[in-house]
């Protein structure tokens, strides 16, 4: 079992940054890529970014391409999403999950952190 807990999130202007963070527990956190989905009202669940358990390949959605950063703190048991130059098209509940690999579904979730960017 591995639980995690996200926190971070929070209401930004558009064009601002937000860190959100994800703190991992239970099985060893560095078995597993971890990667983050966001989920808008009335749209399905999408992968925003992913990283590899080693930390050396991601994969980032088209829209956050060069705005967004995946990464992870293995001594800390813990991965970040760090959004910068925020759009309203963000605005989204941010989940946490631990994954097989990098495109596999999600073995575990946190419970979400909301981000809300006004337009």
């Known amino acids: 079992q591995v639980q995690l807990v996200e926190s971070g999130g929070g209401l930004v202007q558009a064009g601002g940054s937000l860190r959100l963070s994800c703190a991992a527990s239970g099985r060893s956190f560095s078995d597993y890529a971890m990667g983050w989905f966001r989920q808008a009202p009335g749209k399905e669940r999408e992968l925003v970014a992913a990283?590899?358990?080693?930390?050396?390949?991601?994969y980032y959605e088209d829209s956050v391409e060069g705005r967004f950063t995946i990464s992870r703190d293995d001594a800390k048991n813990t991965e970040y999403l760090q959004m910068n130059n925020l759009k309203p098209e963000d605005t989204a509940f941010y989940y946490c999950?631990?994954?097989?690999?990098?495109?596999?579904?999600?073995?575990?979730w946190g419970q979400g952190t909301q981000v809300t960017v006004p337009s």
């Open positions: 990283i590899n358990y080693s930390g050396r390949s991601t």
């Open positions: 999950a631990a994954m097989g690999c990098m495109y596999c579904s999600a073995s575990y």
